[in-house]
């Protein structure tokens, strides 16, 4: 019997450690749902490095590695060991999509983007002499008849208490530093509702009343978002999400998500300078309206998250303090900050590049703690002294205690303010080892 093993690498941590967890509380979704279109006559294994050992002697054929952001380096580590032992190895996911020429030259084969073709493809010419593509790349058009994720190759490890489901993929902004935006250009495809629920349903039949919906941007299409909705109310699930913060302009949306069971969404604010969320191209966010929609959002129920982007041309050292307050005086819950990065292939990249504003091309660094660009208002090295001064002070017990203990908001959910309060010690925690909080 072929075998296939899976491996979502972690990532390496400031000590030179690898990053490991107790349990991983936000499985992605692409190996479950590779798994479950590989033919039933191959065996498959998944290991998720956060809290999974790897097995260098494993006995599978074939070695496919995910690649997401800066974990693609211990992935390209993983792969040279796997390569040194005569196996096959290939890697796919948003980074080596991205940037496929570098990665091909690591590895056997490369997927691009979505796999539902090529993956398939790709286990079919191994089965007919052993062999693999260097390339695969075809984008598909809709995104219908999915299988149903292999959720038994999560339920096994150490997970949290939500399992993913996808509702669509792609965004239709353009956001000039998003890498979603670079591999889909503004596409959106969606699911059929119903395949949707389908997933939904067999989450809860393996026990879970919780899922996350890893959509990057489900309020971009409000009709479907409503239907979906309302077939999830019979479910009597809880989920969480991310989208755009114009969820809370749409108050009939904005009750029907919350009658749905969702308690947590992730909004990119990115920016409290207008100027700046202009420069990304995200001219449609207002920044004069952060406050009030977080408020109506907050008062809603959800629990709001925010991810935010310092180092844009329009940053100076007052403008991250005031970064820090506007997340203390909106007691933000679960806040989250990158520095600025282009990631080669984005429009942002191709801008700094014209420019001659790259400080580097190694692609170690660009790991969202680093600054790898001349910023116009700072310097490179104070933004990166002022990104871990912004955390530093996020997650000191003071800011924790006002923004999660003492907020009226999470009161009314005793659960959420628990899951709150988890987040953030976990957060801390990284913080003080200099490990970027992104990994729940
Ligand atoms: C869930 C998630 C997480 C989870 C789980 C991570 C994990 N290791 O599994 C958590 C919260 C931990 C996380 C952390 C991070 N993430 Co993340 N994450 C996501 C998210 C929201 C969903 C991923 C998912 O399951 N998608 C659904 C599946 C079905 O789609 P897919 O992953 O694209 O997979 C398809 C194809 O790409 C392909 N494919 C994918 N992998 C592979 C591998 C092989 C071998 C093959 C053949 C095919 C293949 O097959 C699938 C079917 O077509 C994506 C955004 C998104 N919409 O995808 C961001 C995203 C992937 N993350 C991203 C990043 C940058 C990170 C972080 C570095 C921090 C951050 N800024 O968020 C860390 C790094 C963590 C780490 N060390 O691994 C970026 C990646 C950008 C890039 N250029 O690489 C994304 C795109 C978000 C964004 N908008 O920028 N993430
Ligand atoms: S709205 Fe979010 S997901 Fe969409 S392009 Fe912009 S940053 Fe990317």
């Known amino acids: 019997m072929p075998k296939i093993l899976f491996i979502q690498p972690t990532q390496y941590a400031e000590s030179g450690k690898l990053c490991k967890q107790k349990k991983i509380n936000l499985p992605g ?8 279109y590989t033919p039933k006559h191959w065996d498959v294994e998944l290991l998720i490095e956060v809290v999974d050992e790897i097995n260098f002697d494993s006995d599978a054929d074939i070695i496919a590695i995910g690649s997401m952001g800066h974990a693609t380096f211990r992935g390209l580590e993983i792969a040279a060991e796997f390569k040194k032992r005569g196996k096959i190895v290939v890697m796919g996911g948003y980074m080596v999509s991205i940037a496929y020429e570098e990665a091909m030259k690591h590895v056997d084969s490369v997927v691009v983007g979505d796999a ?11 089965e007919k ?3 693999v593509k260097p390339l695969y790349n075809n984008p598909i058009h809709e995104l219908k008849n999915l299988p149903i994720p292999r959720y038994d190759l999560l339920t096994k490890k150490k997970i949290g208490l939500m399992l993913p489901v996808q509702a669509g993929r792609g965004c239709t902004f353009t956001c000039s530093f998003c890498s979603i935006a670079c591999l889909y250009e503004g596409k959106y495809l969606f699911r059929p509702v119903d395949e949707v629920i389908q997933d939904i349903k067999e989450v809860k039949r393996l026990g879970f009343n919780r899922f996350y919906l890893i959509d990057d941007n489900i309020v971009s299409n409000p009709k479907y978002l409503k239907e979906l909705c309302r077939k999830i109310i019979p479910l009597k699930m809880k989920w969480a999400s991310q989208c755009a913060i114009h969820l809370a302009k749409n108050p009939e949306l904005l009750k029907l998500v919350r009658d749905s069971g969702c308690d947590l969404m992730s909004f990119g604010v990115e920016s409290i300078e207008q100027d700046a969320l202009d ?17 109506i959002l907050a008062d809603s129920g959800i629990v709001v998250s925010t991810e935010m982007i310092i180092g844009t041309d329009y940053d100076t050292e007052k403008s991250i303090r005031e970064t820090y307050d506007f997340i203390y005086r909106n007691k933000i819950p679960v806040p989250r900050f990158y520095i600025l990065t282009p990631i080669p292939g984005t429009e942002l990249h191709k801008q700094f590049k014209k420019e001659g ?6 692609l170690r660094e660009f790991d969202g703690t680093r600054c790898v660009h001349t910023p116009k208002k700072i310097d490179a090295e104070k933004l990166t002294e002022m990104y871990w001064w912004l955390n530093k002070k996020t997650f000191s017990i003071k800011s924790i205690l006002h923004r999660v203990i003492f907020n009226r908001s999470l009161w009314k959910n005793p659960t959420m303010l628990l899951f709150s309060l988890s987040v953030n010690l976990h957060y801390r925690h990284y913080v003080r080892r200099k490990i970027t909080p992104n990994i729940f």
């Open 279 to 295: 420069s990304l191209e995200k001219p449609w966010l207002k920044a004069e309206e952060h406050e009030k929609n977080i408020k």
């Open 357 to 362: 504003r790259m400080l580097t091309d190694d």
């Open 116 to 126: 539902e073709i090529s993956y398939p493809q790709m286990l079919k010419d191994f």
């Open 29 to 36: 979704l692409a190996f479950p749902l590779l798994a479950a």
């Open 129 to 131: 002499d052993g062999k």
